[in-house]
């Protein structure tokens, strides 16, 4: 369970503050320029001249982030939660912006355009402007997949993995994006853990790809996209271009892969099978998929395959599809709606998946549960609350209700604005869920053509679902304090 009992003076922000904010924030600012200048080795293969569209945008990132490590070096500062939470939602931001300036010189649209299109990869969430990928350079192609990848991570997770020393500042900027769980005693050694794990499943699924006959640059591109549960695809048709059942296959194992716990992982890969299956997640998992997908071949008459794999994909938040968007938009509600759930729960706290995580859902459920026995027994009873054998607290069931119920005060907003912009009810809802969901299944709303305030409504979505809504909420709280001050 997630804890955010976060020390933070009430909107308040002191010079001392800022400088560890800045120290850190370089750091974050240099990885992501070193990221974002991988792909020319994509145009220097395919001999596309577009190099400057990279350089010029990374360059200035590794640049400014060297000065505000020179700068700010040696604050003196104790890093504290507040301070991650807010290096975590300035990153993103950043991250975005980074990757926005490189599609606006290779691309050529517009700011706003590019920020969602680059918000969208690096959240994983892979809900795209264009309505033509294939006539895209292959190294804007990589990017969008890179920024996947690396964003399935987390771009703050990956920097601790390979730039930061270990201490108290790796542990609060790891937990800043919305991270618990601990493979190894320090964090360091958990996040180089995670780091070997998620590499291995990138090798396997590549091979695996090419082996079904898929293109190696297609196999490198889709699986970056799907083990990172990112789903934005470098064809027109997504995974359905490929027609093949192999590939469809491949591809659910790595999304169910991506939406697995790394600590499951890290176990089953140790030898400790049994571990998984005694996973409250993995069992939960296993069976919404499979209640799910039968409601589908039942009630909207998919065909198994299909079923299977819009599920796992919504579940996961991968957002990969096989039908035509004009063929999703047909469904009957009844699979919309099967799908929007699927989208709000998603999978693993842990894992690279988005939405709510099963184990708030888990609680939550548990917590009704133990309430109504509460209510029954004779007075005085203590009743045992464990899941998976661990005990849970008042406050752990207390936080998951309260965010589950500020998760769907966003989701209500977004709709509202959708609705009163004259969109479908459902098929916006479904659009909103898929967004804050970091998922990427679209009902066809998304486009370049959309309006500019529901598109920003939906780059907000991506967003707080990417980061689990706190830690921006932090950071507007503390943005606010410091505005009242001039």
């Known amino acids: 369970m997630i804890d955010y009992h976060y020390d933070i003076m009430i909107g308040q922000l002191r010079k001392k503050d800022f400088f560890i904010i800045s120290e850190q924030l370089g750091l974050i600012m240099i990885g992501i320029g070193v990221v974002t200048l991988i792909p020319i080795l994509v145009a220097l293969i395919y001999n596309e001249n577009n190099y400057i569209s990279f350089l010029i945008p990374s360059g200035f990132s590794i640049i400014l982030g060297f000065i505000l490590r020179e700068y700010f070096a040696d604050n003196g500062g104790r890093m504290g939660l507040k301070h991650g939470m807010m290096i975590a939602s300035i990153a993103w931001l950043w991250a975005a912006l980074i990757g926005s300036l490189i599609l606006m010189q290779a691309t050529n649209i517009n700011f706003l355009n590019a920020y969602f299109e680059s918000m969208s990869a690096w959240t994983g969430s892979g809900l795209t402007i264009f309505a033509n990928v294939e006539i895209l350079p292959k190294s804007v192609l990589f990017l969008r997949s890179i920024e996947q990848w690396i964003g399935g991570l987390g771009v703050v997770i990956v920097v601790i993995g390979i730039l930061i020393r270990p201490g108290t500042a790796a542990a609060r900027l790891y937990k800043s994006e919305a991270r618990e769980e601990k493979i190894k005693p320090s964090i360091l050694g958990t996040v180089k853990t995670i780091w070997w794990i998620y590499i291995f499943y990138t090798v396997l699924g590549i091979v695996l790809y090419v082996i079904a006959g898929m293109p190696l640059f297609d196999a490198i591109n889709n699986t970056f996209t799907n083990l990172s549960t990112g789903g934005m695809s470098i064809k027109n048709g997504n995974i359905g271009a490929y027609g093949s059942n192999i590939i469809y296959i491949i591809t659910i ?234």
């Not at 998951?400 to 098929?427: E, K, M, T």
């Not at 659009?431 to 500019?452: D, F, H, K, R, Y």
Request: aromatic share 12%; with cysteine.
């Open 253 to 486: 194992m790595l999304m169910f892969i991506g939406g697995t716990s790394f600590v499951v992982h890290y176990n089953v890969l140790k030898g400790k099978a049994k571990s998984a299956i005694n996973d409250i997640q993995f069992q939960a998992s296993l069976i919404i998929i499979f209640i799910f997908s039968v409601l589908l071949m039942v009630n909207a008459k998919f065909v198994p395959i299909e079923a299977v794999f819009n599920v796992v994909s919504a579940l996961s938040c991968t957002g990969s599809s096989i039908p035509s968007v004009s063929t999703m938009i047909a469904w009957p509600d009844y699979a919309k709606i099967i799908l929007a759930a699927c989208m709000v729960i998603g999978m693993a706290a842990g894992s690279t998946s988005g939405a709510l995580k099963l184990i708030r859902i888990v609680t939550l459920v548990k917590g009704v549960y133990w309430e109504i026995l509460r209510i029954i027994a004779p007075a005085g009873s203590v009743i045992p609350k464990k899941i998976s054998g661990k005990p849970v607290s008042d406050v752990e069931i207390r936080e998951a209700g309260s965010y589950v119920f500020i998760y769907f005060v966003f989701i209500f907003i977004s709709w509202l604005v959708f609705v009163q912009y004259g969109y479908d009810a459902l098929n916006s809802l479904y659009e909103i869920c898929s967004a804050q969901g970091n998922v990427g299944l679209t009902m066809g709303i998304t486009s370049s053509t959309m309006p500019q305030i529901p598109q920003a409504f939906l780059i907000f979505n991506m967003w707080i679902g990417r980061l689990e809504i706190i830690p921006i909420l932090v950071l507007l709280r503390a943005s606010i304090g410091v505005f009242k001050r001039f």
